[in-house]
């Protein structure tokens, strides 16, 4: 039995695995940085590294390659069953022992993360407050209904629903109304249809929805439908356009009730809120670029406010998020001008492993090295 064993461990545990796997990740991460020309860093991401398998176009040839993230599960296998399992049967200095156990940990802390994070930013203008953070890519359909003394219904549609989801019908047992996404669009911007040029698109309350490219910084893609309401009563249709550009929502009146309907980027709930006081911002000498920034906030948690400073180098760190300071605008702002501070949010349950991982490994290699040194100076003295 444990010869079988044996036999289906060695290929998962072997030196020469782990090199092609090595070499695999080298050639990702070379292959993802070129594709940076002709695709933004988030495209790339989800092309080269958040996928088991992928296709790589060398000019007109596709080349077929495992996704990083089948490579590490992969790695992750290679390291367990050769840098644990085998190991400690061969009973194995400890400290190469611990060293492997900080590596997988490292690998357990980015699978942590590519599931369970989410990141978005805060943007306020001085003297604002806010109390959610909002997504740089995903976008959600949000529906109110004013119930009066009762407060407000919101329902609120992920874009899985309809994004991808042409014709794609959205129910919900307290709405008077289903809703149709009749066309989907990733990048759209509306347009008021002149008399002078015609369009191939529906034209609703004499607008439209102009397609876009999809820009290469996914952040700055901004999604649009043409959606139908279908009354559930008597079938009556209403067509109109969702666009996450629009300032104001679509109102409509369906069997008496009012509802406002808005199609908007993936909002999160903070525990507590955030309010700019002061966004300081140092140019270099003679020049209108930015030396440094920050930003003075004062953040209320139950009722308690305090002060905090963000900067790029000193986030805040509360209820296990983090925020820092990542930008600012208007970028054409002149002197004495009105300025926003943007604050990326992120939300990882492994924000510290890295540094967990890091230390355990640091640790097995001390004592791997301790171990050898010891070993070598008692040579030394017997040969002595």
């Known amino acids: 039995m444990n010869t079988l064993l044996n036999k289906l461990l060695k290929p998962f545990g072997s030196i020469g695995l782990s090199c092609i796997l090595l070499l695999f990740l080298s050639l990702l991460t070379w292959l993802g940085t070129l594709e940076q020309v002709h695709m ?4 790339v991401q989800k092309k080269y590294f958040e ?27 290679n390291l367990f069953v050769g840098g644990v399992v085998r190991l400690r049967r061969k009973q194995a200095n400890m400290g190469i022992l611990v060293t492997h156990f900080g590596i997988l940990f490292l690998l357990i802390a980015g699978f942590i993360t590519l599931f369970f994070s989410q990141n978005g930013h ?23 209904q ?35 996404v009749d066309e989907a669009m990733r990048n759209a911007r509306p347009r008021q249809k002149g008399p ?53 929502p ?6 008496g009730e009012r509802w406002a309907i808005d199609l908007r980027k993936e909002r999160y709930r903070l525990p507590f809120s955030i309010k700019l006081e002061d966004f300081t911002k140092d140019d270099h000498p003679g020049m209108g670029m930015a030396r440094s920034f920050f930003s003075d906030v004062t953040v209320t948690e139950e ?48 924000d510290q492993y890295p540094l967990y991982a890091c230390i355990i490994i640091a640790a097995g290699l001390v004592l791997h090295f301790s171990n050898r040194l010891t070993r070598y100076v008692r040579a030394e003295g017997k040969a002595a």
């Open 40 to 43: 933004g860093l988030f495209d």
């Open 51 to 77: 996928s088991l398998f992928l296709v790589h176009w060398a000019g007109p040839i596709p080349v077929p390659l495992p996704g990083a993230y089948l490579v590490m599960c992969l790695l992750f296998a």
């Open 122 to 144: 805060v943007t306020l203008y001085e003297g604002e407050e806010s109390d959610f953070y909002q997504s740089y890519y995903r976008s959600e359909i949000i529906l109110h």
């Open 146 to 180: 004013d119930l009066g003394d009762e407060g407000v219904r919101q329902i609120t549609v992920p874009e899985e629903q309809f994004l991808a989801s042409e014709g794609a019908t959205l129910r919900s047992d307290v709405l008077p109304f289903d809703i149709v």
């Open 196 to 248: 002078m040029f015609t369009v191939d698109v529906p034209v609703v309350d004499g607008a439209f929805l102009q397609q876009l490219p999809p820009d290469e910084s996914a952040e700055r893609n901004r999604a649009a439908l043409y959606v139908s309401l279908v009354n559930k009563v008597d079938g009556t249709r209403q067509q109109g356009i969702l666009s996450t550009r629009s300032r104001a």
């Open 250 to 255: 679509w109102v409509v009146d369906v069997n």
């Open 303 to 350: 009722g308690a406010p305090r002060q905090q400073t963000i900067s790029m180098n000193e986030p805040l760190r509360d209820e296990g998020l983090v925020i820092y300071q990542t930008s600012w605008g208007p970028a054409n702002a002149r002197p004495g001008d009105r300025l926003f501070s943007t604050m990326e949010v992120v939300r990882n349950p492994a």
